[in-house]
């Protein structure tokens, strides 16, 4: 199994410019995940996912979009990209039980000069 | 006010020897979780053990295992024989109650172990 597949793995990016951070997982997990890891600094939620179609905000929401469509797939866009959202970015995924741990991609370490 | 603190951000330990890493967490809510994952230099973040608030026994798997008192809102994480390979950040995160079932983990901010040889 390939568990969670994230990709890119790196990119730099312009101000003002756009991207989709792609995340796919192959564990039929309902529930998905995006974080952002800051320099020296744990985790941070950003969006969540409890299922095909329901999404809902996190901790540091802003500046990002998300979609789910399929069970497999959950997408971060950021959309004017700024040099605060330089970041590594994470994809994890679950199943529902409370002690099931989140499995995570490999992340995508994201430069915005 | 920090709902997981990690209060030790760089600890170096002989090889072979036990190592506690400490973690305090804030929550009013009776139900909870506490995970503690490895981060390699390499970046991967690997699952190592979860408590639950409700469980009675301390969780282990294989080396590792973990304190947890309830009362003091403590779950510090405990490697026996440390090994040159468990040099890696360690972050302790909590799951409070439920939201649609997802799981909102909170992180703190790691500790960085180091083995010396």
């Known amino acids: 199994n390939a568990g969670v597949t994230q990709t890119p793995k790196f990119r730099i990016l312009k101000i003002g410019q756009s991207m989709t951070l792609q995340c796919t997982q192959d564990?039929?997990?309902?529930?998905m995940y995006w974080y952002r890891q800051d320099p020296g600094m744990g985790l941070k939620l950003i969006y969540y996912?409890?299922?095909?179609?329901?999404?809902d905000k996190g901790e540091v929401p802003n500046g990002y979009n998300v979609s789910r469509s399929t069970t497999e797939d959950f997408p971060l866009r950021l959309e004017l990209a700024a040099p605060s959202q330089t970041s590594v970015y994470f994809c994890?995924?679950?199943?529902?039980?409370?002690?099931?741990?989140?499995?995570f991609g490999d992340g995508t370490r994201l430069s915005i000069l | 006010a920090q709902k997981i603190t990690q209060t030790q951000p760089g600890m170096f330990v002989q090889e072979k020897e036990a190592v506690t890493l400490d973690c305090t967490y804030d929550?009013?809510?009776?139900?909870?979780?506490l995970f503690w994952y490895k981060q390699p230099s390499s970046g991967e973040m690997i699952f190592l053990i979860y408590?639950?608030?409700?469980?009675?026994q301390n969780a282990t798997e294989g080396r590792y295992s973990l304190n947890f008192q309830k009362a003091r809102k403590s779950a510090n994480l405990v490697i026996s024989a440390s090994q040159l390979g468990d040099s890696a950040m360690y972050f302790c995160?909590?799951?409070?109650?439920?939201?649609?079932?997802?799981?909102?983990?909170?992180f703190g901010q790691g500790t960085r172990l180091t083995i010396n040889p």
């Open positions: 408590q639950g608030s409700y469980d009675q």
């Open positions: 995160a909590m799951r409070e109650g439920r939201d649609q079932g997802a799981q909102k983990l909170v």
């Open positions: 929550t009013s809510d009776p139900s909870y979780g």
């Open positions: 994890a995924s679950s199943y529902p039980e409370d002690t099931q741990p989140q499995h």
């Open positions: 996912s409890v299922g095909a179609g329901i999404t």
């Open positions: 564990m039929n997990h309902n529930y």
